[in-house]
């Protein structure tokens, strides 16, 4: 995908590309065509995605893809353009009333991955800011992409979770890349986790030499 000189496309383009953003002037209305060819974008890279986790059986939910491409979007715009948008904050960032399936989630993935910087970066400029409670409200829906923050999972029914074979096997990688130490203290998880790495597992992540039972008590791991 080629810049597009559309605010909404050239920043999908350029965050999945350069991990990097532009902030314009202003807020732009998003049109029904930037949400259609964001969302063939999607499709492409979510195929390219597909190809690394090995599964046919998952197809992209591009109106997730495009409805978290948006969320990003206008987070990363809000950062800098906040003059009269509080009234408006619910619509430029609006809660996800759909079905949080694998396929929701991977596909929702290809832009909240990005969402724990940002939120970093808020808190950064205003710990108060309320978009950053709407933020976290959003990843503890979707939680594998914000995996690495300290989000309250408590309500989540881990067993049913994973229990898709590919997503169990994304999640655990990814907990283990971002070191995500509060995540590996949860018994199943990191039952899981042990049961993946075996006799490998000191070499991989020293650190699983913690006792889920403290985790569970409430101490530091």
């Not at 046919?56 to 939910?61: E, K, N, T, V, Y």
């Not at 229990?163 to 130490?181: G, M, P, S």
């Amino acid at each position: 995908m080629m810049p597009t000189e559309c605010p909404f496309l050239d920043t999908l383009f350029l965050l999945r590309k350069e991990e990097c953003i532009t902030v314009y002037t202003d807020i732009q209305e998003i049109s029904r065509k930037e949400e259609q060819d964001a969302a063939a974008y999607f499709e492409s890279e979510f195929q390219k995605e597909r190809l690394e986790f090995l599964s046919d059986s998952i197809d992209c939910d591009s109106e997730t893809a495009v409805w978290a491409g948006k969320v990003f979007y206008h987070s990363a715009q809000l950062h800098l353009i906040r003059g009269n948008t509080a009234k408006d904050l619910h619509t430029l960032i609006p809660a996800f009333n759909g079905k949080t399936g694998v396929s929701a989630i991977l596909s929702a993935d290809l832009s909240l991955r990005f969402l724990p910087q940002m939120i970093a970066v808020l808190k950064n400029a205003d710990p108060q800011d309320p978009l950053i409670t709407m933020l976290e409200n959003i990843l503890k829906q979707f939680h594998y992409s914000g995996i690495g923050l300290q989000l309250d999972l408590e309500n989540v029914r881990w067993e049913e979770e994973l229990k898709d074979k590919t997503y169990r096997k994304l999640y655990l990688e990814r907990i283990v890349d971002k070191k995500a130490y509060h995540l590996a203290g949860i018994p199943y998880i990191f039952q899981l986790l042990t049961a993946e790495f075996g006799i490998y597992k000191d070499i991989f992540w020293r650190e699983l030499k913690i006792n889920p039972k403290d985790n569970e008590q409430g101490n530091s791991i």
